[in-house]
């Protein structure tokens, strides 16, 4: 198995880094000043243990990708960017190519799952920052993050167990699990709290609109027959195999959604953590006022080119009780 990484940030690069260090086939899709840089120079990523630069096979875009029978794709490009993915990727595949969404929130699975018989989901949990083209720091040892897979929405098979015998090998925490789909869930109710962090700062999470985020959050899982218990417990199971170290004096800046208002790309995957729990609120009758706002605010905050951490608590606060 030839593994595809398609997104060269936080998640794909440290794959497909690993994967190359320890001599297995692998290719990275990249594009712009990425791929200008990987191509040159390599793909670094540093750790709190050590400082790698491999030298990774890499294309500039899907359209460059020649796949080859016996190919699995990872998919590790912000949910918000898959349906643009999908069009290249549909146009150069077989519908029998089995791809893995290592991507944050469970709706990747059901766009990819339109046009591949063989989806996989894949929990990701992993504090790395990708602030520059070519570089990525994850701040965990001795594993640099866990990468749970399994067939979509539930099974485990041949080809899951060998990508996750795989990234097990490449310096991630891994097992092939039936229950990935729970176990997705289970970490939304954690990314549900990005949104709030970037718009507030760190200090928000300890602030009750942090609370009530999750709260919405749990009524409307609960309300679509998710096993709340089940997937809160599996994902805290999972994530103390995550040990937070710096990297010398260098320290995370925040979350995914963070470094993405940081680096000003103008978007945000908000849409994906909170508005999926908006969605449900809909489909179910259940109020989501808090959710709806900081998925709002978020994406503004976004396409504004605002700093993350600009907001004070007191400003939404005052917003959720006077509606302006």
């Known amino acids: 198995m030839r593994v595809v990484v398609i997104g060269a940030g936080a998640i794909g690069a440290p794959i497909a880094a690993g994967l190359f260090e320890c001599g297995h086939p692998v290719v990275l899709v990249a594009r712009g000043k990425n791929f200008e840089v990987i191509e040159s120079d390599g ?12 030298k990774v096979d890499v294309v ?3 359209s460059s990708l020649n796949l080859e029978p016996g190919d699995a794709v990872v998919l590790s490009v912000k949910s918000q960017d898959t349906a643009g993915a999908l069009v ?4 150069i595949a077989s519908p029998a190519l089995a791809v893995f969404c290592a991507q944050n929130g469970v709706a990747n699975e059901r766009l990819v799952s339109e046009h591949f018989t063989n989806t996989y989901g894949v929990c990701v949990m992993s504090p790395a920052s990708y602030l520059e083209p070519g570089r990525v720091e994850v701040f965990s040892s001795p594993v640099i993050g866990v990468l749970d897979v399994g067939r979509w929405p539930t099974g485990v098979d041949e080809t899951a167990r060998e990508l996750s015998k795989l990234l097990s ?8 699990t039936a229950d990935i789909e729970t176990l997705k869930w289970g970490k939304l109710l954690s990314n549900v709290l990005n949104a709030l962090e970037v718009l507030c700062g760190p200090s928000a999470m300890s602030d009750e609109l942090a609370t009530r985020v999750r709260d919405e959050a749990r009524a409307c899982l609960s309300a679509h027959g998710v096993d709340v218990a089940k997937a809160t417990s599996l994902a805290d199971d999972r994530s103390q195999l995550v040990n937070y170290h710096p990297i010398g004096s260098i320290r995370r800046v925040g979350s995914s959604s963070w470094q993405s208002v940081l680096r000003g790309t103008g978007d945000v995957e908000t849409d994906y953590l909170n508005g999926e729990i908006v969605g449900l609120g ?3 009758g259940i109020d989501t006022p808090v959710n709806e706002l900081v998925q709002r605010r978020a994406n503004e905050m976004a396409r504004q080119g605002r700093a993350p951490g600009s907001v004070s608590i007191v400003e939404l606060r005052d917003e959720l009780t006077t509606g302006t």
């Open 88 to 91: 290249e990727l549909v146009s």
């Open 60 to 62: 500039d875009g899907i």
């Open 282 to 284: 809909r489909r179910y």
């Open 43 to 54: 793909v670094t990523i540093a750790t709190p243990d050590h400082t790698l630069r491999s």
């Open 169 to 176: 090998d490449s310096g991630f925490a891994s097992m092939a």
